[in-house]
């Protein structure tokens, strides 16, 4: 049996109308919103008898309808049901859909009953207007039918009468259309379509057209097959044809849905009373159809959940007095199936004697809306009336009250909770007897804390002294170990130092020796020796104080000190060493030695490497005379720059060279600037941050030549600084060291030796040029008169005196060379610029050959211009002399791995592989019949490479005989 | 339409230098005036306005020294100088001085009249 609150969610979950009625009176157990405006009623009705909710209806056969339901559990389902109800104080007519459906409890027993309704009055009232016009069709038809004969002669009348029939037809086809269900009519003999409305023709899913043809045209066979077998049934009997829920097919919004509908086949009969049309009313009933569904489902849950839980349900009518049971309760209390049950007969009597005023109690408490609001939640025993089986039950309920407060039934479940409460009491069983053993426990615990405690107490002392033991044991552990360490220590370290142990037993005097002091003393034997037997391998030089070094050890007076150098030859190699022994003499009471020992190292590698040091510095020493010899016969002077403090020291040479005041350090150098020849002053100084700036590539060195300025006292000087700068591993400079040498008289000397070189340059050339210009002169003046002979002679004449002019150079060269060295001036400059100053020397001067000058990136040098450019036009002066005229010579510069490499390739006669190497050699010439007509003392290249040497470069040349050769030099990049 | 010949002003204490130098010149095309004395250089190029200078250097006074005052002189600034001389360290003299170009004695007419072209395009 459902509780009223499952009764009302039932209800309430339903679209349309719907109400539960319990018991043969129908109460209204629940009612939705719904049926309570179909019924116009409110919801205090809920708990009403029917016919006191909506006396209205008493003699309208719905109570009757109902009992029957009730008592046969037949459902009924009435289409179209008239129901007469109060509307607003007034009985109104309505129409509904209606069924009645009785409810079971779990054994299948009807105890109440499901109605459901939809308002259909709308419909039916359309329905009936039809109805209405058809029989008025009918009438007229009959009319027209009995007075065949008069129709002729009574023309007016037809006439009228077909007005009517139009206007009528008009109307009927007007209602048809706006008529809320499917309406058609089909001729009950061609069965053609007389007439349908748009709802009918979109349920057969045909269009307008299909009006005025047979069904079996526009309808499928299946279709149209059913439908005439309708038509011709309800011909046949002459009485309308219900079918409900007539499963449909229909297509709605391109898809295919399943509806259900409620049709009516209703003959419509002609005057003789023949059915000669049957009318098709269809009405949609999907919706309540699937609503259906879902109640029975529903209800199919509920019951199977009853059936799970095992709970029995109980429904009492306190005002009646009337108690239901279903099958579990009755199980429960031992109640026959079939038994009428009595509140007190059956429940109050089954009810264990200790369990039952208690138990009643809390019905009578569940009675009193203000003390429980109804609630009833009690466990108690009952005795099986059958078999007198006692079982535990819990009973949970709720008491509904009118509005007086006053209870008026009172539903609920009962469960069988024996199961439970055995265990429930086995539980608290148990715990009795645990806590009766537990007090037990305590009391033996007691007794066995005190004899704990005792114990506890001599452990405590126990403990104490195991501790002190184990920090003995740890103690002596931790020594041991140290012990064990050190010893490890000294044996490594022993090994290590090379030493060897030796002890000498004064009393037998004998010494025994460790494996590598027998080695010292190149001996292999015994580990015991006499001590003679020792002395025997001592150095005979040294025996005398090694005897004297022990005697005294053995004195007690020194404390048994023994510390020795001495050399030992050995026993069996003969070798020489030296040996260290360290030892020391152990005395008795008496003061008598008894122990002697030590260690014994041999140190003849430190012995030959002092003597080795001493040897050097004797040999330091003597350098160093040496150098101050040389440096008071040079007169160099010394400078000593701490860069980093800014300290200078320059010596007493150096002072007087700068005529400095006579001090040691100075704190400033620009003293020694001041006294430059204005000048040199910056190209000095540059030199020096030069050599200061950290570049491995220069190594920091410093050599310059300057002027210092002309004093009153003194006339001005040429030095030569030579110096060096040394730098911390992370290149800051940390000292700048280096001398001056006074050169004015070698300076004064060069020039005197350039200036005559210069002279006898000039005055050979001038008397050369004169007759070189004349000799043109005349050759121009021949070819002019086209007068060869003079011409052939002026061009001999001219080549002659370009010999002399060469061989002049050459002995100028070899005059420089010969005198001394060449002096290189560096400075920065761009070898770009270089090329190009060549490029544009050669342009105006060679139109012999053609000279290519390959594009030079911008190459940093530090170097001699002059000098380097020298070099080039060597090589492009050689190139022009040794090839071909009209051939080509490349001229290149090409930067890589931090080197220039500067070529002159030409297209010449090229040099044989066996002079290759000597071609940079003083005065060395190529041998050949072609060399006979160049000139040169062999001295141009010689120069070219002393320059390029001069500036940390190499030269050199690669030459294929008769195809051309290719010169280049290198000199560093700088950054 | 003929061409206005270049005036070239030669300067050099060997009076054997100086006639053969302007002669060749002459030869080589080019309206040649001379002049003995390097003190009066400056005063005849500015009353003569050579196109181009070609002073020796050694001399009483030094063809060096005469460039330096032709470039500082307002009027003579922009005349190229030539200086020509059998000197050793010649090239060295002329570019320390200031000199356009150097040109070594004895020389070839033809480098040389290509050397003076080449200043007075520039």
Redesign the interface.
């Given at each position: 049996m459902l509780s009223p609150y499952a009764q009302q969610t039932l209800v309430n979950a339903l679209p349309i109308g719907a109400a539960i009625f319990t018991g043969p009176e129908h109460l209204i157990g629940a009612v939705n919103p719904q049926m309570l405006a179909i019924w116009s009623k409110e919801a205090d009705v809920t708990g009403m008898k029917l016919l006191d909710a909506i006396p209205e209806i008493r003699d309208q056969g719905f109570f009757e309808l109902m009992n029957d339901v009730y008592t046969s559990g037949k459902e009924h389902h009435n289409p179209d049901g008239q129901a007469e109800l109060l509307v607003d104080g007034q009985l109104q007519t309505k129409y509904f859909d209606l069924s009645f459906k009785p409810l079971r409890d779990s054994a299948g027993r009807i105890y109440g009953v499901v109605n459901t309704a939809v308002d259909v009055t709308e419909r039916t009232l359309y329905s009936k207007q039809l109805q209405q016009v058809n029989e008025e069709l009918s009438a007229v038809n009959e009319e027209m039918e009995a007075s065949g004969e008069e129709l002729r002669t009574a023309y007016d009348q037809l006439e009228h009468t077909h007005d009517t029939l139009v206007i009528t037809s008009q109307i009927a086809e007007l209602l048809l259309e706006s008529a809320p269900v499917a309406v058609g009519v089909i001729d009950a003999v061609s069965f053609k379509i007389d007439t349908a409305n748009t709802k009918l023709l979109e349920l057969w899913g045909v269009d307008r057209q299909a009006i005025g043809k047979p069904l079996a045209e526009v309808l499928s066979s299946f279709e149209s097959e059913l439908l005439t077998n309708l038509i011709l049934k309800v011909r046949d009997a002459g009485h309308s044809l219900y079918g409900n829920d007539v499963k449909t097919m229909i297509e709605r919004g391109g898809a295919w849905a399943t509806t259900y509908y409620n049709f009516v086949y209703q003959p419509i009969r002609n005057g003789k009373g023949e059915v000669i049309s049957v009318q098709i009313v269809a009405n949609e009933v999907t919706d309540q159809r699937n609503a259906k569904a879902d109640v029975d489902a529903v209800l199919v849950q509920l019951h199977l959940a009853q059936k799970a839980a095992h709970f029995g349900v109980f429904d009492l009518d306190v005002v009646n007095d009337k108690l239901y049971w279903d099958e579990r309760t009755r199980k429960i209390f031992g109640v026959d199936p079939d038994k009428a049950i009595g509140y007190s007969s059956d429940f109050a009597e089954g009810l264990h004697p200790n369990d039952r005023e208690r138990t009643l109690q809390a019905v009578i408490d569940a009675y009193d809306q203000q003390l429980t609001g109804g609630v009833y939640d009690v466990e108690y025993r009952v005795v099986d009336a059958a078999n007198g089986n006692i079982c535990w039950v819990k009973a949970v309920g709720q008491v509904y009250f009118n509005s007086e407060a006053e209870p008026q039934r009172f539903v609920g479940t009962v469960v069988d909770i024996t199961g439970a409460v055995e265990a429930r009491q086995k539980l608290e069983a148990s715990e009795v007897q645990q806590q009766e053993l537990n007090e037990e426990l305590s009391a033996i615990n007691e007794e066995l804390s005190a004899v704990n405690e005792e114990y506890q107490a001599a452990n405590e002392e126990l403990t104490a002294m195991n501790d002190e033991l184990r920090s003995i044991q740890e103690e002596r552990t931790l020594l041991h170990r140290e012990l064990e360490i050190r010893e490890e220590r000294l044996r490594f370290a022993m090994k290590a130092a090379d030493v060897g142990t030796w002890d000498l037993d004064i009393v037998n005097n004998q010494v025994s020796w460790d494996e590598r002091c027998k080695e010292l003393y190149g001996f292999s034997k015994d580990d015991v020796v006499p001590y003679e037997q020792v002395l025997k391998y001592m150095h005979p030089d040294d025996m005398p104080h090694v005897n004297e070094a022990v005697m005294y050890a053995l004195d007690p007076a020194s404390n048994g000190a023994y510390d020795i150098e001495f050399r030992t030859i050995g026993a069996e190699d003969q070798r020489l060493r030296w040996l260290h022994c360290c030892g020391k003499a152990f005395f008795d009471d008496k003061g008598s030695a008894y122990r002697f020992s030590g260690i014994a190292q041999d140190i003849t590698v430190q012995k030959m490497q002092a003597d080795e040091l001493t040897l050097t510095l004797l040999k330091v020493k003597e350098k160093e005379e040496q150098l101050t010899s040389a440096k008071e016969a040079a007169q160099l002077g010394l400078f000593d720059w701490d860069l980093v403090n800014k300290v200078y020291n320059w010596d007493a040479r150096f002072r007087e060279i700068f005529n400095l005041p006579d001090q040691d350090t100075f704190q400033d150098n620009s003293v020694v600037f001041e006294r430059l020849h204005p000048d040199d002053v910056e190209r000095v100084r540059q030199a020096a941050k030069r050599s200061q700036t950290y570049d491995r590539s220069s190594g920091g060195s410093y050599d310059i030549q300057y002027r210092i300025s002309a004093t009153e006292h003194s006339p001005e000087r040429w030095v030569r600084a030579i110096g060096k700068t040394l730098f911390s591993e992370e290149g800051t400079p940390l000292r700048f060291i280096g001398s001056v040498l006074d050169i004015t008289e070698q300076k004064q000397e060069e020039q005197r030796r350039?200036d005559f070189?210069?002279i006898v340059?000039?005055?050979?050339?001038?008397p050369?040029?004169?007759?070189?210009?004349?000799l043109?002169?005349l050759e121009?003046s021949a070819k002019k008169n086209d007068d060869q002979f003079t011409n052939n002679v002026a061009a001999k004449a001219k080549r002659q005196?370009?010999k002399m002019?060469s061989m002049i150079?050459g002995f100028?060269d070899v005059a420089r060379v010969g005198e001394g060295k060449i002096n290189i001036d560096n400075k920065p400059f761009d070898m770009a610029d270089l090329v190009k100053a060549a490029e544009s020397e050669s342009?105006?001067?060679i139109?012999s050959h053609t000279v290519i000058y390959h594009p030079v990136e911008h190459t940093p040098v530090l170097a001699d211009q002059?000098k380097i450019e020298q070099v080039l036009i060597n090589f492009i002066n050689n190139a022009v002399k040794y090839s071909p005229q009209g051939t080509t010579i490349n001229v290149s510069a090409v930067t890589q791995n931090r080197q220039v490499r500067v070529c002159v390739k030409d297209e010449g006669m090229g040099i044989p592989a066996k002079d290759l190497p000597y071609v940079f050699d003083r005065f060395y010439r190529v041998d050949g019949e072609h060399m006979k007509t160049t000139k040169g003392f062999g001295i141009g290249l010689y120069l070219c490479r002393e320059i390029i040497e001069r500036h940390g470069g190499k030269i050199g040349v690669q030459s294929t005989l008769g195809e051309g050769s290719t010169f280049w030099f290198e000199i560093p990049v700088t950054h | 339409m003929r061409v206005p010949m270049s005036k070239v002003l030669v300067c050099d204490d060997?009076n054997?230098?100086l006639d053969?130098?302007s002669?060749?010149l002459e030869?080589a095309g080019f309206q040649v005036i001379t002049q003995i004395n390097s003190n009066k250089v400056i005063d005849q190029a500015i009353a003569e306005r050579p196109d181009v200078m070609l002073i020796d250097i050694?001399m009483p006074f030094p063809g060096d020294k005469l460039t330096r005052q032709i470039k500082q002189t307002p009027q003579l600034s922009r005349i190229p100088v030539v200086l020509f001389?059998?000197?050793?360290?010649g090239k060295?003299i002329a570019k320390e001085a200031g000199a356009d170009?150097f040109v070594e004695?004895?020389?070839?007419?033809?480098?040389l009249a290509?050397?003076i072209n080449?200043v007075i395009a520039a």
């Open positions: 350039i070189i210069g340059s000039h005055e050979l050339r001038s050369l040029t004169s007759l070189n210009g004349y043109q002169m121009m005196v370009g002019s150079t100028l342009l105006a001067t139109t002059d | 060997d054997d230098i053969m130098t002669m060749l030869f050694w001389s059998a000197a050793i360290n060295m170009r004695k004895p020389f070839d007419v033809e480098n290509a050397i080449s």
